[in-house]
């Protein structure tokens, strides 16, 4: 449930040194490395950064209290999962851990008579345009021997906190406007405007000698300050400082999490990206159990689902591998949002009101909840589950689809007959026949969203992209769609277009492009990179046509060129893990096609992998494998792809370029012999449609 972060204000985390931009290179929000302080609850590369984000900050202090707000450089970092440490220009060593719903913060103080850690309630958001959140109301209070606590409401949604100094002989205090209230035990704001706000909050405070270590710890709550209190107590116990006690049962959480996929081979700085990938892949979305603020129950609640949009394709899949329990729990959670507030969320950032954020795409959540009932590990209600997915399809853009069979955003169109589709294989699983039959037809509609004459989407709005990037999405009937665009050379021609086969190299915009440039670049109709949500996939779509050669140079060249070790080693935002979830599947030769329970087969970039799943392993290995030579940065920089020139599974061969996800669930052993030129593996089996005939224009409309 609990992040921490050095907080600078700048996007889009609050860390760092950059100002808001979507279009060019970044400019510089700070010409150096600071922080101000310390805040909680992060939002992890994506774009929306002001819901719930960078809340309860807290500043270590050898200055007056005037100075609050005032940022310091930042030195010696040291970034570990689950922990965090610097030394701020003031001389203070910071070092900060967290567990599932509490943090712990260690300072380590010059000498000072008057050292203070002070707690202000009233940040949110970013130092950005448009990018501060101010909370609604608040209340903080002085408890006495140590303790004190808050609730603010920010984004008509409360957090609570209640906090703890282990140093008893310090003072505690309340404050307002950087003043003191001297004796004051509590402070409640009924109603606050950005006109209004002013900073407020706790702060302890005392004599410190050089080096001497003061230990503040913080639980936190959706459900008020004394739900806040024992998970503290829970966690940390109420005696002995608990920094190390927390670092350590996180360290070991995450330690069980990444040992659960394991590669061989490849070089030193691949094999980092693919580590911190990993890493990335496994932060969001947040589950904080027993803490919803909507509804009493106890059970799992998920937030940070930022958005669907960005998680379904990759990351999700990669949840229901590495962590079936927390998938389960994502899916029930979902369950009962749709149950609480009518539809399921694209995105779900922990904030009252109606920008729950459906423009990206519609009823995506029906993928994952198909897979999971394919897989049979997800213990849920599954006919209380295919009523909310039923009722779900009829809402928003689905109304105009039900009764018209299109609707614009024409992507939106592919979303809803996807997912009429998902819903179709659960509808029939559970006997029932009929929905079944209704729900298959009407996802026959995905044909009405496309130009027969072009073999692309029909003109409409696009959200980030264009007809180009979404026209390569993976449907279930991708044998139809093939067909319908003139077949596979058609399909292929235009795919190799979109991938720049064949064209001059482009230059990349700088910093403030000029609008001109901007639409020169888009008028390319190419393929932008990865940082593109709609573009994820489209590499796939060549084993449809019988090329798996054409993906596996694609995407070799994406994992060789567009991901480093370093500062900027991501080609964009990772969007809460889905590009990074995108380089593990990618690097493991395996590409999950979501809502279908089926993955793609390709040059994996290690020897060997073996991702472990419950008590079995699912083993990847190769023959043939050539590691890229490393350039003079650390990071291997040979283009040239390898093919696969023949697979076994379980030692049988295999045709086909696609393997069921239960054959990857149940564990086995997938070998790939590979080698430096195209073979005739993958051209003559294709991955499964959902039929072998183009559907008439005439039945679908």
Not at 537 to 546: C, I, S
Request: proline share 6%; charged share 20%.
């Amino acid at each position: 449930m609990v992040s921490a972060c050095a907080y600078s204000g700048a996007y889009p985390t609050g860390y760092g040194r950059y100002a808001k931009n979507t279009e060019g290179v970044p400019e510089l929000l700070f010409d150096r490395l600071q922080a101000s302080g310390f805040t909680h609850f992060q939002q992890s590369g994506t774009g929306a950064i002001r819901k719930y984000y960078n809340y309860v900050k807290v500043t270590p202090m050898v200055q007056a209290l005037d100075a609050l707000g005032e940022a310091w450089p930042l030195r010696d970092e040291v970034a570990e999962a689950g922990y965090y440490a610097a030394t701020l220009g003031t001389g203070i060593r910071c070092e900060i851990t967290v567990g599932e719903k509490v943090a712990v913060h260690r300072y380590t103080f010059p000498e000072s008579s008057s050292a203070r850690i002070v707690i202000d309630l009233s940040v949110g958001g970013l130092a950005i345009d448009l990018g501060r959140t101010v909370p609604l109301r608040a209340h903080c209070e002085s408890l006495g021997h140590g303790h004190v606590q808050g609730t603010v409401v920010m984004e008509g949604v409360p957090l609570s906190v209640h906090a703890e100094v282990v140093n008893p002989r310090w003072r505690q205090m309340l404050w307002y406007d950087r003043r003191l209230i001297d004796g004051g035990t509590r402070l409640d704001f009924d109603s606050i405007r950005h006109t209004t706000l002013r900073p407020f909050g706790m702060l302890f405070m005392g004599p410190t000698r050089a080096g001497q270590t003061v230990e503040i710890r913080l639980g936190f709550s959706l459900r008020g300050c004394e739900q806040a209190a024992r998970n503290l107590q829970l966690e940390c116990g109420t005696e002995e400082p608990a920094f190390d006690l927390v670092r350590e049962a996180t360290r070991d959480r995450w330690r069980d999490l990444m040992g659960r996929v394991q590669v061989d081979g490849g070089t030193p700085a691949r094999r980092t990206v693919f580590a911190t990938s990993l890493y990335h892949s496994l932060i969001k979305p947040c589950f904080a159990d027993d803490e919803s603020p909507f509804w009493p129950t106890s059970g799992p609640f998920a937030f940070d689902v930022c958005t669907m949009w960005d998680i379904y394709k990759t990351q999700l899949p990669l949840l229901a591998a590495l962590a079936p329990d927390r998938a389960a729990d994502l899916l029930e959670s979902l369950i009962r949002v749709c149950e609480e507030e009518g539809n399921f969320p694209i995105g779900y950032r922990m904030a009252r009101g109606a920008d729950r954020f459906f423009r990206q795409a519609s009823a995506l959540a029906h993928t994952v909840l198909a897979d999971a009932h394919a897989l049979g590990r997800a213990p849920l209600d599954w006919n209380w589950a295919l009523v909310h997915m039923v009722d779900d399809l009829r809402r928003m853009y689905g109304e105009d689809f039900f009764e018209h069979g299109i609707v614009h955003p024409i992507s939106h169109t592919l979303d809803l007959a996807y997912a009429h589709h998902c819903t179709a294989q659960v509808a029939r699983a559970l006997n029932d026949v009929h929905l079944a039959e209704d729900l298959e037809r009407r996802s026959r509609h995905w044909i009405n969203a496309f130009d027969p004459v072009t073999g692309l989407l029909r003109d409409s709005e696009f959200y980030e992209g264009g007809k180009w990037n979404y026209s390569f999405r993976l449907l279930h009937d991708m044998a139809a769609r093939i067909a319908l665009g003139g077949g596979d050379a058609e399909f292929i021609d235009n795919l190799d277009r979109f991938f720049g086969y064949g064209a001059g190299p482009v230059t990349q915009p700088g910093r403030r492009p000029p609008p001109a440039e901007m639409l020169a670049g888009y008028a390319l109709n190419r393929f932008e990179g990865l940082n593109n949500e709609p573009d994820m996939e489209a590499p796939w779509a060549y084993h449809y046509a019988g090329r798996p050669d054409r993906t596996a140079e694609v995407v070799q060249a994406a994992l060789t060129w567009q991901f480093g070790t370093g500062p900027g080693g991501l080609p964009g935002n990772d969007d809460s893990g889905g590009l990074s979830s995108w380089y593990v599947w990618a690097s493991l030769g395996l590409f999950p096609v979501a809502g279908q329970s089926l993955f793609l087969i390709n040059a994996p970039a290690f020897e060997r992998s073996a991702v472990r799943i419950d008590d079995r392993e699912f083993i990847v290995e190769t023959s043939g494998h050539r590691a890229n030579p490393i350039g003079a940065d650390g990071i291997d920089r040979d283009p040239a792809p390898q093919y696969v020139q023949s697979v076994t599974l379980n030692g049988r061969p295999l045709d086909a370029t696609h393997i069921s996800a239960a054959d990857v669930h149940r564990g086995g052993r997938l070998h790939l012999r590979l080698g430096p030129e195209p073979s005739d593996w993958g051209r003559k089996v294709r991955p499964p449609s959902a039929s072998d005939q183009v559907f008439g224009l005439k039945e679908t409309r």
